[in-house]
């Protein structure tokens, strides 16, 4: 690993000089800094703690780290990164860029300060102008569940536009024809596919898209018993919903519980899965699903990998697609006394007859 003297050899300067662009000092000239970051991003120099260079990797987020309730998608992707991170021995740092971040600094030398020699990045559209600034610094980065058009930007990400028009077609196919769709507010190139894949697919059987059939919210339990609720108290309810988040689809089955609602008899429910919640409800939910575990595991696996060998110009710009997988809360649509039965408001702690003439308690919680 080159030194700070062997750097300021190489480009003329004095190591002084060198030690102060690399603890950002204001006293160093904007060209110079510029040659001197240019050079330990292309050779790879990392700074010695103490006497053993760091071996760390950052999960960064460019503001604060997403929620719990937006689902299981954050914690399969740790887990895949985790086991990633195995093959060369690297360590995982969790790290807030707006958060941390001097203004006065380069992003280089925000991960550098930090111990970091790579990051996998998380993205949504509003902070891209972020992401794109720390590739063209050559920082080893990776960028998951996003696309990019920029050539310098790595990115891994899944495409989940086909598997949602499917689940659509699919809806359709069993004579839905009133189906809403339920998606997260989240600006990101994920919920952007499945909107337009629910969108194509209607466009195609020749349906007319009511906005009145779409909620953006954000993502967990309450919002899918919102998202049940509004749904079901139009004039003309809906049949059928797609829910584009995991907790939002649970909302959903809870709240169909609580008012007596057979699934998929009275409703059908198509959700999006990052891990195996489908698997671990009843009935299994039928989904469009995408392996986060894995995305976390293949992106850590191409940065340490990069970072190990020194291949400081490898490209990673890769999608993968997801799956639809049909499984129990999707059925044929329910007839005119089922859908008369489900429009029907439901006070906490009344009784209602189901379509099938029992009774249900609903109990408040």
């Keep these: 690993m080159p030194s700070v003297r062997a750097i300021a050899t190489q480009l003329s300067l004095s190591p002084a000089t060198v030690s102060r662009v690399l603890n950002n000092h204001p006293d160093v000239e ?12 292309e050779i790879g120099y990392v700074p010695r703690f103490g006497r053993r260079i760091t071996n760390v990797i950052a999960l960064a987020y460019p503001d604060e780290p997403v929620r719990n309730e937006y689902g299981s998608f954050e914690p399969a992707l740790l887990s895949g990164i985790m086991r990633g991170l195995g093959e060369h021995h690297f360590d995982l740092k969790l790290l807030s860029i707006r958060r941390d971040k001097s203004p006065d600094e380069t992003y280089t030398q925000f991960f550098m300060r930090k111990g970091i020699r790579g990051v996998v990045l998380r993205c949504f559209r509003h902070n891209r102008p972020m992401i794109t600034s720390i590739a063209e610094e ?66 195609a059987a020749g349906l007319a898209f009511d906005p009145a059939l779409v909620m953006e919210l954000p993502a967990g339990f309450s919002a899918g018993e919102q998202v049940l609720d509004a749904m079901l108290g139009l004039q003309d309810p809906v049949t059928a919903i797609f829910a584009t988040n995991p907790m ?92 008369e039965a489900a429009s029907q408001p439901v006070v906490v702690g009344s009784v209602i007859p189901t379509a099938s003439g029992e009774i249900t308690s609903i109990h408040a919680r």
């Excluded at 904007?30 to 991003?41: C, K, S, Y």
């Excluded at 699934?263 to 699903?289: E, I, Q, Y």
């Design 30 to 41: 904007e060209t110079t800094r510029e040659r001197v970051l240019a050079r330990i991003n």
């Design 248 to 339: 939002t689809t649970l909302g959903i089955m809870r709240r169909a519980q609580e008012r007596g609602l057979v699934v998929p008899r009275d409703l059908s429910l198509v959700g999006v899965d990052d891990s195996d919640v489908r698997l671990h409800v009843w009935p299994r939910l039928t989904a469009v699903t995408q392996d986060a575990s894995a995305l976390g595991l293949e992106a850590a696996q191409w940065l340490t990998r990069v970072i190990a060998k020194g291949q400081r110009d490898a490209v990673c710009r890769r999608t993968i697609a997801t799956a639809f997988e049909v499984n129990g809360t999707t059925g044929p649509v329910a007839g005119a006394a089922s859908r």
């Design 138 to 203: 050559r920082f080893p980065s990776i960028v998951i569940a996003e696309r990019f058009d920029e050539p310098q930007v790595n990115f891994l990400r899944a495409d989940s536009y086909p598997s949602s028009r499917r689940a659509i077609e699919h809806l359709i196919g069993l004579g839905h024809r009133r189906i809403g769709l339920a998606v997260h507010n989240v600006p990101d190139g994920d919920h952007a596919d499945r909107r337009c894949g629910y969108l194509d697919a209607l466009s």
